[in-house]
Nanobody
Framework: QVQLVESGGGLVQAGGSLRLSCAAS????????MGWFRQAPGKEREFVAA??????YQADSVKGRFTISKDNDKNTVYLQMNSLKPEDTGVYYC?????????????????????WGQGTQVTVSS
């Protein structure tokens, strides 16, 4: 069983930055692919970024602004968000995928992930 706890959300003005953290329990954290998703009010939960042994991946909407990283020693995954826009507003969720050989395409799919955190709110004001 894996437990994920997100932190770092908040209110920020457009153009500002935030860093989200996701602390994970479990001894096999280093084997997991980790993803960030977000959900705006009235919208579907969408892929933001993911990291695995294959590399890092971002949605086109955040490419060049958001960076995902993983610290296996701290069992933590981060999402550095720069140049934030009002459309980045939403609840951000951390997710873990226990399958080692997940394809880069599958890492962008919500149903791929086995474990989810409770989410952290990010609000970007204009």
């Amino acid at each position: 069983q894996v437990q994920l706890v997100e932190s770092g959300g908040g209110l920020v003005q457009a153009g500002g930055s935030l860093r989200l953290s996701c602390a994970a329990s479990g001894r096999t954290f280093r084997d997991y692919a980790m993803g960030w998703f977000r959900q705006a009010p009235g919208k579907e939960r969408e892929f933001v970024a993911a990291v695995s042994w294959r590399g890092t991946y971002q949605a086109d909407s955040v490419k060049g602004r958001f960076t995902i990283s993983k610290d296996n020693d701290k069992n933590t995954v981060y999402l550095q968000m720069n140049s934030l826009k009002p459309e980045d507003t939403g609840v951000y969720y951390c997710a873990a995928d226990s399958q080692i050989f997940t394809s880069s395409q599958a890492m962008r799919v919500r149903e791929t992930y086995d474990y989810w955190g409770q989410g952290t709110q990010v609000t970007v004001s204009s």
